[in-house]
């Protein structure tokens, strides 16, 4: 099966974390410093906490704002733990409508904060498939509004903004080294920031709370988790950012070629990324034509037939059953049509042109084959 995304694991990972497993320390030591040092020069900020995962990351984010019965504003577009670690925080979730490339639409987002913006504790942007928001005008925003800016970089390790990193610019910048991302350390994910004070807290909730005074004797001054990443974790994670860059440019040549492809065909549209960004391609999305909303299944399950390991990004959050209950139910018309439009195909760094040929010659087939009509 050639699957949407898949990690990237060599002999020189291998040999990396049997090194760290032949250490003496296998977490809690100088491992996590160093990873944490080497995401600060890849992505060009000054402080860094790593923690088990992205959600952990996103939980200690809200926390370390003191978003408590605040309201917190974000996509639906995007896995859940970006609401849900909201809600972990003790904070109330709203979610504003999305454009047709999948991010927030800024515009709607400063209507809201136009109405009332007395109890926001944050704004968490999420840059949709490793293609960045418009970050100038959401950062004027939070800045006009005085509201602490998250960004969701979990898909954008890599990716640029105006010439800066993702993950340079929010108050508070997440990313996720989950394996289907461009570089991973099994689970795992990373908050980032130029605010020390931030990270500082951040690190101190990461283990319990607990501060060590002298030898043996310790305090807990905060009631914190156990969100730690293990030193062999961090050691993979090290050794998958010095190939991150060579893995961006084999998704960039799939996603290239996909785009010449796959121009002004009569099935379905693709998301322009535009000049002043670069995207990390973490997902290849395809937005089909309305006349093929009502057989996406079959489509999904004839290119799963096909060996074509095919995904939906995302089931807007406001329609699992837990935030119905949460927050009633509701409807933003642009998330549900991307909802129905929306699979995401194989594009990755172990993939070669002619696998992406072979997506494409089957996609073309079992669309072509596919009876269209508009829902009834």
């Known amino acids: 099966m050639l699957t949407y995304s898949h990690q990237n694991i ?8 049997i090194n760290a497993l032949k250490d003496e320390i296998l977490t809690g030591g100088a491992k996590i410093e160093e990873f944490e ?5 890849y992505v060009g900020v000054k402080y860094a906490c790593v923690l088990n995962s992205a959600t952990s990351a996103l939980h200690l984010a809200y926390t370390a704002l003191n978003v408590k019965e605040k309201i917190v504003l974000t996509t639906p577009l995007t896995f859940a733990a970006t609401a849900n670690a909201a809600l972990m925080a003790g904070a109330k979730v709203e979610f504003i409508d ?37 970050m100038d005008e959401i950062l004027t925003l939070a800045k006009i509004y005085k509201i602490p800016l998250i960004d969701d970089a979990s898909h954008a390790l890599g990716a640029e903004y105006k010439g800066k990193k993702v993950g340079a610019i ?13 570089i991973t350390t099994f689970e795992g994910g990373a908050v980032l920031s130029n605010d020390k004070e931030l990270i500082d807290k951040i690190k101190l909730l990461r283990s319990h709370g607990i501060v060590k005074k002298r030898l043996w004797d310790s ?14 974790a961090c050691a993979l994670g090290i050794n998958q950012l010095k190939k991150l860059d060579l893995n ?19 099935y379905f549209s693709t998301i322009k990324i535009k000049d002043y960004k670069k995207s990390s391609r973490h997902l290849y999305p395809i937005l089909l034509f309305p006349e093929f909303y009502c057989q996406k299944e079959e489509i999904f399950k004839n290119l799963l037939k096909a060996g074509i390991g095919v995904q939906v990004h995302y089931k807007p959050t406001y329609e699992f059953s837990f935030y119905k209950k949460l927050l009633g139910e509701m409807k933003l018309d642009n998330a549900d049509n991307f909802y129905k ?5 194989p594009a990755h760094q172990e993939m070669s042109l002619k696998d992406a040929s072979f997506v494409k010659d089957t996609l073309f087939s079992i669309l072509e084959k596919t009876k269209r009509g508009y829902c009834g």
């Open 10 to 17: 060599d002999q020189s990972d291998i040999e990396a974390v």
């Open 37 to 41: 040092n080497a995401l600060c020069d």
């Open 98 to 134: 999305i454009k047709s490339d999948g991010n927030i639409d800024e515009k709607k987002l400063e209507a809201r904060l136009a109405k009332d913006s007395s109890n926001i504790g944050a704004i968490t942007a999420v840059d949709f498939g490793g293609n960045s928001v418009e």
């Open 170 to 182: 929010a108050d508070l910048n997440i990313f996720s080294f989950h394996p289907v991302k461009p």
């Open 219 to 232: 305090d807990m001054v905060e009631l914190g988790y156990n969100y730690r990443l293990s030193d062999v």
């Open 248 to 266: 961006l440019e084999k998704r960039e040549e799939i996603a290239k070629f996909y785009d010449k492809e796959f121009e002004k065909n009569p």
């Open 341 to 345: 439009a929306e699979l995401s195909i």
